[in-house]
């Protein structure tokens, strides 16, 4: 039995339809932007295995470093209890991070460093004696599939069947020259409830890479801080490079109180979350009231093995090489988008940073369950290349290290659907 017989036997895929989805293929080998599987097949991993991928699979710098700290420490409870990788990490994310950024809460993935994010501002307000419970997001929002997660996510397909337990959200259009004093006043009218603001900046990744424009996120912000409105900003998506800088929150002037970092984290080695705060929401759980205290832990939180996979990877990410690999791949997309975009088959092309996305025509609506998204996800699948569409929507998000061949052997399979499919 090959690996894709055994796992039919055993194994419930992550949002997949069992029932019809296509047998999973297994993978042995990862190696640079590449993955393989049994046969030996190559597949480059364009959507960098769920966008968490930054310096390519099995990078041995990473493992080397997993590796020694595998020797030293694999795991210690971390309430009573602290050690060097975690204390290292902070410290050096703080140094790169907003300077108002003092305290970094750490959990193991992207949808915890949420939950931890929203109890921080809900409990905040409740600790300063002025209980607000009210949260602003943005529609088509995306945070994580847990249900505080859920809940501060537009309502859609993925949350249906749990919709009447999500607790309630006031949901506002993305920010735009045209509506962002009536997106102001709305916040101004609901400040005295409200706990916070949650956003992803500049792409809204789940939603089909929406982009939307730093001026108006930053006046949004504004606005917040002169209102009181703690802003939580999520980066779990976004962060370690996906924007063209070290972070999204580097192209506002606005500093946001609260980040959300996963994903791009460990280089997408390990599970890890990471939530950071200011001084000011970190002060206000200080009591001798012990029901002040955030009372939120995972058994593996800032589990050093995969800490040390986060240091591992700061360092390749602080490299300059990598600096000039973002650069090189977002002036490659720019080259490609300005070639095909005003092809028939394409509807809108975009491009932040290192992420492009193209919508492809399908005469109805875009939505998640186009079926054209079946025919291009199996279409590239055949030529060797991991795309994703979400829906009709097809984005490329290589890890940094992808080669210019590998790039334009995948700009020219698209350029090649467009033409067959
Ligand atoms: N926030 C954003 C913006 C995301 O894109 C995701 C995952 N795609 C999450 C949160 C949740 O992260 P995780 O899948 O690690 O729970």
Excluded at 102 to 131: P, R
Excluded at 325 to 331: H, K, L, V
Excluded at 338 to 364: C, F, N, S, V, Y
Aim: hydrophobic share 40%; charged share 20%.
């Amino acid at each position: 039995m090959n690996l894709t017989e055994r796992d039919l036997r055993v194994i419930w895929h992550p949002y997949t339809q069992m029932k019809t989805a296509a047998p999973p293929i297994g993978i042995v080998r990862g190696e640079g932007a590449g993955l393989f599987d049994e046969e030996g097949k190559k597949y480059i991993d364009a959507v960098s295995s769920w966008w968490v991928n930054i310096h390519g699979h099995a990078h041995p710098y990473i493992a080397k470093k997993v590796s020694e700290q595998l020797f030293k420490l694999e795991h210690v409870i971390f309430a009573g209890f602290t050690h060097e990788g975690a204390v290292e990490l902070a410290e050096r994310l703080l140094a790169i991070l907003p300077n108002n950024q003092q305290k970094v809460f750490y959990s193991d993935n992207g949808s915890t460093a949420i939950e931890v994010a929203i109890k921080m501002c809900l409990q905040y307000w409740l600790n300063k004696g002025d209980q607000r419970t009210k949260i602003v997001a943005f529609k088509n929002a995306y945070h994580g599939d847990t249900f505080g997660a859920m809940a501060v996510s537009g309502r859609s397909a993925f949350t249906k069947a749990f919709d009447s337990l999500l607790f309630e959200v006031e949901f506002i259009d993305l920010p735009n020259e045209q509506n962002i004093e009536s997106l102001k006043s709305h916040i101004s009218h609901l400040k005295s409830q409200l706990a916070c603001f949650i956003f992803e900046p500049l792409v809204q990744g789940s939603a089909g890479m929406i982009m939307y424009e730093a001026e108006y996120l930053n006046q949004l912000m504004a606005h917040c801080r002169q209102e009181n409105v703690l802003m939580i900003d999520d980066e779990v998506f976004t962060g370690f490079g996906r924007t063209g800088k070290r972070f999204a929150c580097d192209h506002v002037q606005v500093q946001p109180d609260i980040l959300c970092f996963s994903k791009g984290l460990t280089g997408g080695t390990m599970a890890l979350g990471l939530t950071t705060c200011t001084q000011q929401i970190y002060d206000a759980f200080l009591s001798e009231d012990k029901l002040k205290t955030l009372f939120h832990g995972h058994s593996f939180t800032a589990n050093p093995v995969a800490i040390a996979a986060a240091l591992a990877s700061l360092d390749l990410f602080l490299e300059p090489a990598t600096a000039a690999n973002m650069q090189r791949i977002e002036a490659s997309h720019r080259q490609f988008a300005a070639k095909i975009e005003h092809h028939p088959k394409i509807k809108t092309i975009r491009q932040t940073g290192t992420i492009l996305a193209m919508e492809w025509e399908t005469g109805d609506n875009t939505s998640y369950f186009s079926s054209l998204r079946d025919k291009l996800y199996h279409y590239f699948l055949a030529e060797g290349i991991i795309l994703r569409p979400l829906g009709n929507v097809i984005y490329i998000l290589p890890p940094y290290c992808i080669t210019d061949a590998e790039l334009g052997y995948v700009y020219s399979k698209i350029e090649q659907a467009l033409e067959e499919i």
